[in-house]
Nanobody, 130 residues
Framework: QVQLVESGGGLVQPGGSLRLSCAAS????????IGWFRQAPGKEREGVSC????????GYVDSVKGRFTISRDNAKNTVYLQMNSLKPDDTAVYYCAAEQRSPPHCRSGSYYSATEYDYWGQGTQVTVSS
């Protein structure tokens, strides 16, 4: 069973930075995609970024391009989301999610939809406020 555990959330001032971690375990295949999502109160869950295990391909939604960077440490089975220049609109619970379908991953818009993913972490709160 795939398990995902997020960490690294917190309170940060506008313009500040945070790095979220997603520790993954239990994959039955070397091919999987991990996505980061966020959900603000009263809003739908929004896909933010995606990374492919097969080739390291990464993708981002327009609202975070140039500010957020997704990366992976294969030795630690961990995916990171470095978030810079944070804005109050970035405030949300952030989730990582995974799916193990065949590659290629993260090339299509479906990877920013929650329905693409089968496994979810518990979420970590990010609050951007002065």
């Amino acid at each position: 069973q795939v398990q995902l555990v997020e960490s690294g959330g917190g309170l940060v001032q506008p313009g500040g930075s945070l790095r979220l971690s997603c520790a993954a375990s239990g994959f039955t295949s070397d091919y999987y995609a991990i996505g980061w999502f966020r959900q603000a109160p009263g809003k739908e869950r929004e896909g933010v970024s995606c990374i492919s295990s097969s080739d390291g391909y990464t993708g981002y939604v327009d609202s975070v391009k140039g500010r957020f960077t997704i990366s992976r440490d294969n030795a630690k089975n961990t995916v990171y989301l470095q978030m810079n220049s944070l804005k109050p609109d970035d405030t949300a619970v952030y989730y990582c999610a995974a799916e193990q379908r065949s590659p290629p991953h993260c090339r299509s818009g479906s990877y920013y939809s929650a329905t693409e993913y089968d496994y979810w972490g518990q979420g970590t709160q990010v609050t951007v406020s002065s």
